[in-house]
Nanobody, 115 residues
Framework: QVQLVESGGGLVQPGGSLRLSCATSRVIFSIATMGWYRQAPGKQRELVATITNGGSTDYADSVKGRFTISRDNAKATVYLQMNSLKPEDTDVYYC?????????WGQGTQVTVSS
């Protein structure tokens, strides 16, 4: 069974920074487009950022210029560096691995931006 293990969420003040990490198996990591999504209670899960196995990235307009997605192939880990955080960034963040055949999700990590 494929596992995506997330870490790095927490409480931060507005304007602060957090870095999320997501580790998975090397087999999946080598072929998957990795991504981060977020979801608030009662709302649909929405895309935050994705990165292909070739390194191409895509971002939601709401996070462009503030968030950076990256991947470390040697560690089979994807990161989301979040800067200039706003209260509206408060959500549960989910790691995603998308291959041609399957979609995998992490368990989610809470990010709370509040003073």
């Amino acid at each position: 069974q494929v596992q995506l293990v997330e870490s790095g969420g927490g409480l931060v003040q507005p304007g602060g920074s957090l870095r999320l990490s997501c580790a998975t198996s090397r087999v999946i990591f080598s072929i998957a487009t990795m991504g981060w999504y977020r979801q608030a209670p009662g709302k649909q899960r929405e895309l935050v950022a994705t990165i292909t196995n070739g390194g191409s990235t895509d971002y939601a307009d709401s996070v462009k210029g503030r968030f950076t997605i990256s991947r470390d192939n040697a560690k089979a880990t994807v990161y989301l560096q979040m800067n200039s955080l706003k209260p509206e960034d408060t959500d549960v963040y989910y790691c995603n691995a998308q291959t041609n055949r399957n979609t995998y999700w992490g368990q989610g990590t809470q990010v709370t931006v509040s003073s």
